[in-house]
């Protein structure tokens, strides 16, 4: 069954882990950013840097700090957690079987997340889900 606390914390480990141990971290940190469909300035109000400091970041001009890795991975994984939920509700419904969306005070609090940053995190990880639907709901629907 998907278990929300070690769904976030392995994609806090591959996020995080892919970037330090990354020989051109700047380029992971783009992709990873892409892959979900966030933009520079979406990521860049998450980790409450301006757009213009993203774009540097990503295209070498200046090296990420620690803090700003840390708050990424987080980031990202909140989104993946959201996209996730949201492939087993689908799921689930789809089966016949009851599906119960976490409230987003749960989710704040499992998160230590702003709601405004849930928010928009939750934004990210619908938008995520409905580009690549098919391949979440494998994922999902081999762990239900």
């Known amino acids: 069954m998907y278990n929300v606390?070690?769904?976030y914390l392995k994609y806090v480990e591959n996020v995080g882990g892919r970037i330090i141990s990354s020989e051109n971290p700047m380029a992971d940190i783009k992709?990873?950013?892409?892959?979900l469909g966030i933009t520079q300035e979406e990521i860049g109000k998450l980790v409450k840097l301006r757009r213009?400091?993203?774009s540097r970041i990503?295209?070498?001009?200046?090296n990420p700090t620690?803090?700003?890795?840390k708050k990424k991975k987080k980031t990202i994984a909140v989104a993946k957690v959201?996209?996730?939920?949201?492939?087993l509700e689908e799921v689930l419904m789809l089966s016949g079987r009851t599906a119960s969306s976490l409230p987003p005070s749960l989710l704040r609090l499992c998160f230590n997340i702003s709601l405004q940053d849930l928010k928009l995190a939750s934004?990210?990880?619908?938008?995520?889900?409905q580009r690549s639907k098919a391949k979440i709901?494998?994922?999902?629907?081999s762990e239900v």
């Open 82 to 87: 959201i996209r996730d939920l949201q492939a």
């Open 58 to 62: 990503e295209n070498g001009i200046i």
């Open 52 to 54: 213009e400091t993203i």
């Open 31 to 35: 992709k990873t950013r892409a892959a």
């Open 137 to 141: 709901i494998k994922k999902i629907k």
């Open 123 to 129: 934004e990210i990880g619908v938008r995520s889900y």
């Open 66 to 69: 620690f803090e700003f890795v």
């Open 5 to 7: 606390e070690e769904e």
